[in-house]
Nanobody, 117 residues
Framework: QVQLVESGGGLVQTGGSLRLSCQAS?????????MGWYRQAPGKQRELVAT????????NYADSVKGRFTISRDNAKNTVYLQMNSLKPEDTAVYYC?????????WGQGTQVTVAS
């Protein structure tokens, strides 16, 4: 089993920055995997924001965040990060990290990001 804990969310003004962290613990074999950040805005479905390969070399981003968000990981600390710059009101959402599995994956509790216009 794996536990994921997100942190770093908060309230920022348009154009501001936040860095989200997701610390994993538990089964190291499960942690050694690709990871992703998702978000869910009010009234909308959860959407994929960014992914990163197990080694941290390959990353992918949703078109809406390309050039503004950066996903990274520190495997020694079992932590994945999402650096969010140039934040927009439409980035407001609960952000979740995820480790995919063939049964649906592990999820954290989420951290709220609110961007004031």
């Amino acid at each position: 089993q794996v536990q994921l804990v997100e942190s770093g969310g908060g309230l920022v003004q348009t154009g501001g920055s936040l860095r989200l962290s997701c610390q994993a613990s538990g089964d190291i074999r499960s942690i050694n995997a690709a990871m992703g950040w998702y978000r869910q805005a009010p009234g909308k479905q959860r959407e994929l924001v960014a992914t990163i390969s197990s080694g941290g070399i390959t990353t992918n981003y949703a078109d809406s965040v390309k050039g503004r968000f950066t996903i990274s990981r520190d495997n020694a600390k079992n932590t994945v990060y999402l650096q969010m710059n140039s934040l927009k009101p439409e980035d407001t959402a609960v952000y979740y990290c995820n480790i995919p599995t063939n049964w649906g994956g592990y999820w954290g509790q989420g951290t709220q990001v609110t961007v004031a216009s």
